[in-house]
């Protein structure tokens, strides 16, 4: 099936336009695709499946477990928006394996207390565990006294790599048209009242236009005059090829999230190759989508196997590989799903993940689809609005801390 320009022939105009095919934009352009077959075009700069973005890895973290009820309210709605497109792809994309939020008694924990009254809000049940019953439970563990746990069962994983697969081909079953290696140069008004887009390789028209363009979101937003103030980090994740493969396995081991004084660790089991994986939350350098360098930092793999060879041994094993990624974060670190309304283009949608998205990119892609297609979303994200102060205050100070952290620097 020939997909792209030679598929298109002549024909420059779509009913919709998505800018980006990463996470996000490929569930756009997925969920659209749905909504108006034949009637949808992504764009992408590079090809698909390229890695310099923010989405492409086996594996991300998904939970109903959020610290913030705009997110915990969505959590069950993105289980759903996943499972639609298993069904619909028979690909398993989401493995449950139960989740760990691990903090320290008397520094860390008001912020698993967060976590706690949150869910209970939502009514989503979770366990809290003391150290002893953390290591009765998963012995692979060898917690300090003091570190206290809340596990959430619904926790798992989701196969990026092969979501953002699924999304594409699921959408060109649908009559979608996917063009990569294709730069969003411009975006403009045309004289016929259309959202006009034009690229290296000629120019299209749309109705409505999503922008799904990750760490250059502003590169594109700025030929109409948005800007959305974002600070893109360079993150890492490690694999290590632990000897002990079969106790960190998603059956026999959850993911886990460690708050501790200084960093927030993340880590996953076994999936998609044979290493377990291990990153520090925004722990990275700013930079900016076409300065990173790939290269990772010796230090933050150095502070995992630290952590590690404490709390968990034989998670550890030669470091298999260290693999860079962006991420983009809005300076509360909430997301932007909006319309440029006061730019008077209220036909640009568009959406900023923050650095925390990919357990939610299918189901921000049916969201940006409803507001495309009916101009509202049935889901409330009514506090990811592109007018708040973290947006349009130029002195709005960054919520989050980026880099290692001095012991007392974070709250
Ligand atoms: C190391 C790491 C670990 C993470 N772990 C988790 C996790 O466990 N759970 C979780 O939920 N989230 C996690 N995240 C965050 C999550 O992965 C991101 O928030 C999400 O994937 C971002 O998706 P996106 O579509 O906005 O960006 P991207 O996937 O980067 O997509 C943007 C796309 O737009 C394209 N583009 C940009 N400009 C143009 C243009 N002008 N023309 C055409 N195309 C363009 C880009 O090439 C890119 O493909 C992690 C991120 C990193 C880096």
Known sequence: MADGLEAIGSRRHFQYIVVGCGGIGSGAVYWLSKRAPGEVLGLEQFELGHERGGSQDVSRIIRLTYHDDRYTKLTPATFEAWAEVE???????????????LAERGSTDHIMEKYAVALDRNNIPYERLSSAQLKARYPQFTPPPNMVALYQKDAGLVDAALGNST?????????AVVIDRCPVLRIRRNPAGNVEVTTTKGTFTCRKLVVTAGAWLNDVLGSIGVHVPVTVTQEQVTYFGTPHIKDFTKDRFPIWIYHTPRNDFYALPVHGNSGTKIGIDAGGPPVTGNTRT????????????????????????????TKTCLYTMTMDRHFVVDTCTQQ???D???????????????????????????????????????????VTDPNFKPTFYMGLQPASSKL
């Not at 999304?167 to 009559?175: D, F, I, K």
């Not at 790939?294 to 590989?321: A, C, N, S, Y």
């Open 294 to 321: 790939f290269q990772p930092d010796p230090v933050r793999t150095k502070t995992t196997r630290d952590l590690l060879e404490k709390i968990l041994p034989k998670f550890l094993g030669p470091e298999m590989f």
């Open 167 to 175: 999304h594409v081909q699921l959408a060109r079953g649908n009559g």
């Open 87 to 101: 069904r619909e792809s028979g690909q398993q994309l989401v493995f449950k394996c139960g989740g760990l939020q």
């Open 348 to 390: 640009v949608i568009v959406c900023c993940g923050a650095g925390h998205a990919y357990k939610f990119a299918s189901l921000l892609g049916k969201i940006l689809s409803e507001m495309a297609v009916d101009g509202r979303t049935q889901y409330d994200i009514s506090q990811f609005n592109i007018d708040r102060p973290a």
């Open 344 to 346: 008077r283009f209220s």
